[in-house]
């Protein structure tokens, strides 16, 4: 502390402001810490000690030479502050220039990433939705059925298929997606939207010959028959009688729908056997259920021996 009011006292007499030394005195502290600047610190203010000494006696030759050591020594030191700072300086803008290159490399490369990864999406997306095979089919919608323009839920709706309604596929693409023709252009529509089976309301036909059709089909659950057993059952009595209750080969004497032989042996069923195609329907289903089990096996075996 003593040191340092003599300090404070030597400038004040050598007219320079104390907030100044305070300045300097913690550039000193704070940037000079080699032993060379050290000394030349411990020196200044021992020699402004001394100044204060020799001030008391009167000294002022003295004074004058001690002073003009002095300014040399402070403009010294100024010096090597002003560098210090300088260099302070030049350092922190540099910093900041290389944090700014490096923020905009990570930028650049953000960009750059952003960029190929769209590029990447899209020959993804691409190589997605080529067609990977080519075929020409009749197939089903299993539901209402969205078909777009491309092979992909970002594509455009064109319109809408009913359920059970029948398109024509012309191929798949990688990514499942079906091409289908639709007023002689070409559409896309999910796969899993597709069946290849015939739906009931597709094989059932209008009018008494589709009510027949209907009530043969109420009468499955019975016989642990699925709604596929309808197919075949049809195609077995379209052939033999074209679910005519009143067809009858002069022939043999087979009689109605099932083309019973005898004609009587429906009469189990109910007396109206001969003209009510309900009763011969009943008939018919458990004459396949008893010797066949299924349609399906009935019209294999009609297949094959034009009878059954």
Request: a negative charge; hydrophobic letters at 40%.
């Given at each position: 502390m003593l040191i340092y009011t003599k300090y404070s006292t030597a400038f004040v007499y050598l007219n320079i402001p104390i907030p100044f030394v305070y300045y300097i005195l913690f550039i000193f502290v704070f940037l000079n810490y080699s032993e060379r600047y050290y000394n030349l610190s411990t020196y200044v203010c021992f020699f402004l000690s001394e100044v204060i000494e020799i001030k008391h006696f009167n000294r002022a030759e003295e004074i004058k030479r001690r002073r003009r050591i002095l300014k040399r020594i402070i403009l010294a030191e100024l010096v090597l502050v002003v560098a210090a700072c300088y260099g302070v300086y030049l350092s922190y803008f540099r910093n900041v220039t290389i944090r700014t290159a490096a923020a905009t490399y990570a930028t650049v490369n953000e960009i750059n990433s952003d960029t190929l990864g769209k590029?990447?999406?899209?020959?993804?997306?691409?190589?997605?939705?080529?067609?990977?095979?080519?075929?020409d089919e009749l197939l089903w919608t299993k539901e209402e059925t969205v078909y777009r323009k491309g092979p992909d839920d970002s594509y455009k709706e064109?319109?809408?298929?009913?359920?059970?309604?029948?398109?024509q596929r012309t191929g798949v693409t990688k990514n499942e997606w079906s091409r289908v023709t639709i007023d002689d252009k070409d559409y896309y529509i999910v796969s899993d939207n597709l069946t290849d089976e015939t739906?009931?309301?597709?094989?059932?036909?209008?009018?008494?010959?589709?009510?027949?059709?209907?009530?043969?089909?109420?009468?499955?659950?019975?016989?642990?028959?699925?709604?596929?057993?309808?197919?075949?059952?049809?195609?077995?009595?379209n052939r033999e009688s074209h679910w005519n209750p009143s067809a009858h080969n002069r022939g043999s004497g087979a009689h109605g729908?099932?083309?019973?032989?005898?004609?009587?042996?429906?009469a189990s069923e109910g007396s109206d056997y001969y003209t009510n195609g309900n009763t011969q329907?009943?008939?018919g289903l458990k004459y396949i259920a008893g010797r066949y089990g299924s349609p399906s096996a009935a019209w294999n075996f009609f297949l094959s021996h034009n009878s059954y």
């Open positions: 590029i990447a999406a899209g020959s993804y997306k691409k190589s997605q939705e080529r067609i990977v095979k080519e075929m064109a319109g809408t298929l009913e359920t059970d309604e029948m398109v739906p009931i309301s597709a094989l059932i036909e209008g009018g008494q010959k589709g009510e027949y059709q209907k009530y043969a089909l109420s009468l499955f659950p019975d016989y642990g028959w699925s709604d596929k057993e309808l197919e075949p059952l049809i195609n077995l009595w729908i099932p083309q019973a032989l005898p004609a009587g042996k429906m329907i009943r008939w």
